[in-house]
Nanobody, 120 residues
């Protein structure tokens, strides 16, 4: 079994910052691409940012405000969110491609989600 555990969500005032973390644990042999997605009430889940071998990708709303980075040795990913706005309020989900052995293909996993609320 593979688990993706998110942490770091919470309530923050507009203009504030939060850092989300995601750790892959369990039967993990290697972790490939990792990313953050979010889903606001009544809206579809959308991409926030990806980190992969050789680079990163951001949604337009995340550019210049959010930073995604990895700690490879720890199979951990972080999302530093700055200058948060009320429209950033959503459940944020961790996503990752994980190999459980060198002989199998990677599978895609989701975390349970962590709530981020931006409000005064």
């Amino acid at each position: 079994q593979v688990q993706l555990e998110e942490s770091g969500g919470g309530l923050v005032q507009p203009g504030g910052s939060l850092t989300l973390s995601c750790a892959a644990s369990g039967n993990v042999w290697s972790v490939g691409q990792m990313g953050w997605y979010r889903q606001a009430p009544g809206k579809e889940r959308e991409l926030v940012a990806l980190v992969f071998h050789g680079g990163t990708k951001y949604a337009d709303f995340a550019k210049d405000r959010f930073i995604i980075f990895r700690e490879h040795a720890e199979n951990t990913m972080h999302l530093q969110m700055n200058n948060l706005k009320p429209e950033d309020t959503a459940v944020y989900y961790c996503n990752a491609d994980v190999w459980i052995s060198e002989r199998t293909s990677a599978r895609n996993y989701w975390g349970q989600g962590t709530q981020v609320t931006v409000s005064s």
